[in-house]
Nanobody, 114 residues
């Protein structure tokens, strides 16, 4: 079972990025999935979730700026990030808060310059 994130990069404050995650395994379409981030020296934080039916939740700091989506037919998870701020700088990971995936991918680095 594998999770592979991509789409990170260096962007100026106010810019946008779209992260992608491809997940292996048939469990994906049934799993609530989420995007996490971990900034240097801080704990990993769950920033957005999406149920198999498409219901979403967001941490307050990203509400109105980030949008999580999924394509169950392709086992893909996405995070559209707009109006990025320097405090969004972190390594971003996808995984299931329900614990369906026992390991983490390598993550994708997002760096927002001021």
């Amino acid at each position: 079972v594998q999770l592979v994130e991509s789409g990170g990069g260096l962007v100026q404050a106010g810019g946008s990025l779209r992260l992608s995650c491809v997940a292996s395994g048939s469990i994906f379409r049934f799993a609530t999935m989420g995007w996490y981030r971990q900034a240097t020296g801080k704990q990993r934080e769950l920033v957005a979730t999406i149920t198999r039916g498409g219901d979403t939740t967001y941490v307050d700091s990203v509400k109105g700026r980030f949008s999580i989506s999924r394509d169950n037919a392709k086992n893909m998870l996405y995070l559209q990030m707009n109006s990025l701020k320097p405090e969004d700088t972190a390594v971003y990971y996808c995984n299931s808060p329900s614990g369906y995936y026992g390991s983490w991918g390598q993550g994708t680095q997002v760096t927002v310059s001021s």
